[in-house]
Nanobody, 120 residues
């Protein structure tokens, strides 16, 4: 079965940088997209960054110019976060959209999340 595991979260001061990673397992997979979402305290989960198999990369307006998503390997993805702000504090979730049933549909898979806290 498909599994996503995030790592690299932690505490960082405002203006600092942090890198979080996502490792995907589950055999041979066909990816439609991979991305990162986050859920700030008391708020709904929101898109942070997403990269599709067609080569399209999308960032939330709030993180443009500060965050970068990258595919480090066939199944892994990394989110590089710079100039972090207190409002970036959230649980960050890795998302993979995987093509199944010969391309009949695309299914979403999620990691357990990793906490990123930006505070002095």
């Amino acid at each position: 079965q498909v599994r996503l595991v995030e790592s690299g979260g932690g505490l960082v001061q405002p203006g600092g940088s942090l890198r979080i990673s996502c490792a995907v397992s589950g055999g041979i997979l066909t990816f439609h997209a991979m991305g990162w979402y986050r859920q700030p305290p008391g708020k709904e989960r929101e898109l942070v960054a997403r990269h599709t198999s067609a080569g399209v990369t999308t960032y939330a307006d709030s993180v443009k110019g500060r965050f970068t998503i990258a595919r480090d390997s066939r199944k892994n993805a990394t989110l590089h976060m710079m100039n972090l702000r207190p409002e970036d504090t959230a649980v960050y979730y890795c998302n993979a959209q995987i093509v199944e049933d010969g391309g009949f549909y695309v299914k979403d898979y999620w990691g357990q999340g990793t906490q990123v806290t930006v505070s002095s």
